[in-house]
């Protein structure tokens, strides 16, 4: 169950934009959305995910950058899957002022496929990388 | 000798400020206390800066008056980055007891008010005097 430090607050004060934390301390990115449904008719919606990358922050970016940001994001994704990277609700563990923190490693998470390129493919063939 | 050290200290600068950043934005893992594969996007936009820097300076654009452009456009942009800590720092629910007090606070808008004079009258006093030519 998520713990969150504060009982009302609006999406800009706790969610939107702040450090993701993983399970193990370590920086797991930003929250670039918000992913809110609606139940059914009448009923309020309801905070299902938060989104993150380039793909999600476009589209909130708005206007021209906003488009460019989010089509840098897509040629950098699998073709199949154009929804932006979602954390569920339940993965997370609690919310305050200065961070999110999840109940996964961050290996589990979409958003790390970029930096598992990014290792093997450049950074992993500098001799000494590991160093 | 001098010039190399003074060069290569600031390249080294630049290239860890662009890093340091760029995953602090994007909520990256960042810093030299990780070895490189383990901050792998980190280093990646590292290098990419000191490339494309490189790339920059080989263009045959005199480099002085990139120079003068970039302190006075640093300048210029120092308001924009001071601000916002001040306010974090009148924020007491993220700042605890730590919060600014009022002296802190005179002493703050008294250097915002400096900066913001410096900044509007840098842009103009650049483009009238031609880079101090």
């Known amino acids: 169950m998520t713990r969150w430090e504060e009982d009302e607050f609006t999406a800009n004060d706790l969610l939107l934009d702040r450090e993701l934390i993983d399970s193990r301390g370590m920086p797991a990115g930003r929250v670039d959305d918000l992913e809110l449904t609606v139940a059914g008719p009448g009923q309020p919606p309801v905070l299902t995910a938060l989104l993150c990358g380039p793909t999600a922050f476009g589209p909130r970016l708005g206007g021209r950058l906003g488009t460019w940001w989010q089509a840098i994001g897509r040629r950098l994704r699998p073709v199949t899957d154009s929804y932006p990277n979602r954390i569920v609700v339940e993965l997370i563990d609690h919310v305050d002022r200065l961070e999110i923190t999840l109940l996964t490693p961050r290996e589990n998470m979409d958003s790390y496929r970029f930096r598992q390129w990014v290792q093997e493919k450049v950074i992993g063939r500098i001799p000494g990388s590991t160093k | ?133």
């Open chain 2, 1 to 133: 000798m001098s010039f190399f050290a003074a060069t290569f200290a600031a390249a080294a600068e630049c290239a860890l400020s662009s890093g340091y950043s760029v995953a602090q934005y994007m909520g990256w893992s960042w810093g030299k206390r990780h070895p490189p594969g383990a901050a792998a996007r980190f280093h990646l936009v590292c290098l990419a800066s000191v490339i494309a820097a490189t790339a920059f300076t080989l263009a045959t654009i005199d480099p002085v008056t990139i120079t003068i452009f970039a302190v006075v456009l640093g300048a210029a942009a120092v308001p924009l980055t001071y601000f916002p800590i001040l306010i974090v720092a009148n924020d007491a629910r993220l700042m605890g007891e730590r919060v600014n007090r009022p002296w802190a606070n005179a002493a703050g808008s008294f250097f915002l008010t400096v900066m913001a004079v410096v900044s509007l009258a840098s842009l103009p006093l650049l483009l009238l005097t031609k880079a101090g030519q």
